[in-house]
């Protein structure tokens, strides 16, 4: 069942042994699953894992799945650092199967585009405090849906190595805070300070003037990283000068739009990646950046003006692309790089926060009360040709949906509407939710029978064709059931839109001898069908099938399956008719496709 938390009554501490570059080797190793560089990295993680674990000491290592939906070298570094530590291990969270995160990022999309389907398998005692056990953290996009999953505010973390990209994603550092492996330095300066007496007070003029001397001024790439949480889907263009500049992952989006140099700042306040073009350039590579799908927004700078109050922000002015286009940019503004006083800083924060009041208007709300916005279709930048649909609920953005070229013309000629799209690609995000009361009462069959035991699982036998797949198991009495879950099927189990009961009639419904599983099995009304026999062939045994397709003579003979052909003579909740339906309804078709032609060249 998902669970949605505000992130800000999360108390979370993650724990990192070092920077990425210090332990970058080691850690592909680890991702590959050397057995040596495990037993490494476990030893370097225990003074990370105990600089996290509470004072009464109960805790418990979870580690977390990988992109086949359990843990795997995960698992093996926790049960090493579990040798160190004492700690037991407990393998509890499992997810969907999906695309490395590297995939992702290779094809300039946001992580968010990936979607996580994280969930408890086995229970943690309320009284162990859970630590997450990974070997990186980047962008933080899987630890946070392991965070939610746990639906835990004392869950805290330990990883081999962290990035830069964490620092500046989303997750706010007085609700995250990062532990380096020099957090018993920063203890022992703590209580020295504490023990300190403290000074006297200042006098109210130099207390306000040393407050101006520390304030620090934001740089520009603060500035995008505080915009980018705001518009995490938007690329935003700093207006510096007699330039626009674009800076980190949408640097790298803008360059590869346009077609102009990326370059690596040396100076880390301008960002990682910086792509600029002239001022005077922005009539033309605008409309080049809508028309690649991007939404853009365009960040005026601050100018220090004598006639107005320094640190007033500017006015945005609106700025449409050229006609032909139709596309508007969104106008957004700069955080102020210039030194604030007490008084302008509260000003500037309670402007902030007004800004902040105003949330962007949803373009739908689903039946569960889901807010959709940003729903649009984009052009792909490396395949032109494929367009995608994606939205955003509640501000979680949905994986991109590939179109149909008759929905792309229909977007593009605003003959269709958000709803109809979404209806489409995201049908399961629209339907009702089953509530925790509805969905296990709801373990009973159409025939009356109990559903014991139902599950959805992830095969982790390599040998097997279907490794890697979400598979759906049932138990019914004494028959054991499993099988590969269609797209479908999952979306409604995860989206928790459907039931044991339907799960299992739709899927497992033939073998259990189910009327309702052939009740959509239906011969043609307008072609007529007679003479339906069900008979033993001499040759191989089998019950086949076939039938009389008005003046066009018998179909072949189909051989039944055993399951149906005890539906038809033992459970008789299977009809003759149902069944031609079912293995001789193409061959009906085309045997009286091919007779109405005839006919038609005879009466020409």
């Known amino acids: 069942m998902d669970r949605k938390h505000d992130s800000s009554s999360y108390t979370y501490i993650v724990s990192s042994v070092a920077g990425y570059a210090k ?84 094809e300039n999309l946001s992580p968010e585009t990936l979607p996580l389907h994280f969930y408890m398998i086995r229970s943690i005692p309320a009284d162990r405090v859970p630590i997450l056990i990974d070997n990186v953290l980047d962008t933080g996009h899987t630890a946070r849906a392991a965070y939610e999953a746990m639906n835990r505010n004392d ?50 003029k130099e207390k306000n003037a040393a407050t101006k001397a520390e304030k620090p001024q934001k740089t520009l790439a603060e500035n995008y990283t505080w915009l980018k949480e705001k518009h995490p889907d938007a690329v935003l263009l700093f207006r510096t ?23 690596k700042p040396k100076n880390k306040t301008e960002g990682n990646l910086s792509a600029a073009f002239p001022h005077h350039a922005l009539d033309t590579y605008l409309p080049r950046l809508i028309r690649a799908g991007l939404r853009v927004a365009i960040v005026d700078q601050l100018e220090k003006k004598q006639t107005m109050d320094r640190n007033k922000r500017q006015e945005v002015k609106e700025m449409v692309t050229p006609a032909s286009q139709k596309a508007k940019a969104e106008k957004v503004e700069a955080v102020g790089k210039e030194v604030k006083g007490p008084k302008d800083a509260l000003d500037g924060k309670q402007e902030m926060e007004q800004q902040e009041k105003q949330p962007r208007l949803p373009q739908m709300v ?12 984009f052009q792909s930048n490396t395949h032109p040709e494929n367009w995608y649909f994606v939205a955003q609920i509640d501000g979680k953005q949905l994986h991109p949906m590939k179109m149909e070229a008759a929905d792309v ?23 009702k939710q089953v509530s925790v009361e509805e969905y296990k009462a709801a373990n009973r069959l159409s025939d009356g029978r109990t559903i014991d035991k139902m599950t959805v699982y992830k095969e982790n036998d390599e040998q097997r064709a279907d490794y890697g797949k979400y598979k759906l198991y049932a138990q019914v009495g004494d028959q054991r059931m499993s099988r590969v879950m269609s797209v479908a099927d999952q979306n409604a189990f995860f989206d928790r839109v459907t039931t044991p009961a339907l799960l299992v009639e739709r899927n497992f419904g033939e073998h259990l001898h189910l009327a309702s599983a052939y009740a959509a099995y239906q011969l043609p009304a307008d072609i007529k069908v007679s003479d339906i026999r069900v008979a033993k062939d001499n040759q191989d045994g089998k019950w086949k099938i076939s039938a009389a397709v008005g003046d066009s003579g018998r179909t072949e003979k189909k051989a039944l399956s055993f399951d149906d052909g005890y539906s038809l003579f033992q459970s008789r909740t299977a009809t003759r008719e149902q069944l031609a339906a079912k293995y001789l309804g193409e061959d009906i078709r085309m045997m009286a496709s091919r007779k109405q032609g005839v006919s038609q060249g005879m009466k020409v």
């Open 23 to 106: 332990v970058a080797p080691l850690a592909r190793k680890v991702k590959a699953g050397d057995a040596v560089a495990i037993e490494r990295a476990a030893r370097m993680m225990t003074a990370a894992v105990h600089e996290v674990v509470p004072p009464s000491g109960h805790a418990v290592l979870v580690p977390i799945p990988n992109r086949t939906g359990r843990a795997g070298y995960t698992k093996t570094l926790a049960e090493k650092i579990s040798e160190a530590t004492g700690l037991p291990v407990v393998d509890a969270l499992a997810s969907n199967a999906h695309t490395p995160l590297y995939d992702i990022k290779k």
């Open 155 to 204: 869950t805290r973390m330990a990883v081999l190595g962290d990035t830069h990209k964490f620092k500046l994603n989303s997750w706010h550092t007085e609700h995250y805070p990062l532990i380096t492996n020099d957090m018993a330095t920063k203890k022992k300066e703590k209580v020295e300070q504490q023990a300190t007496p403290p000074k006297e007070a200042e006098a109210p």
């Open 241 to 263: 000068g007699d330039f626009y500049t674009a800076l980190n992952s949408d640097a790298a989006k803008v360059g590869e739009t346009l077609g102009i140099t990326v370059t």
């Open 366 to 377: 689903t039946v569960n009360g889901g807010k959709v916005s940003h729903a649009h279709a």
């Open 409 to 431: 013309e229909a977007y593009q000629k605003k003959e269709t509407t958000v709803e109809a799209l979404m209806q489409r690609y995201y049908p399961t995000k629209l339907a």
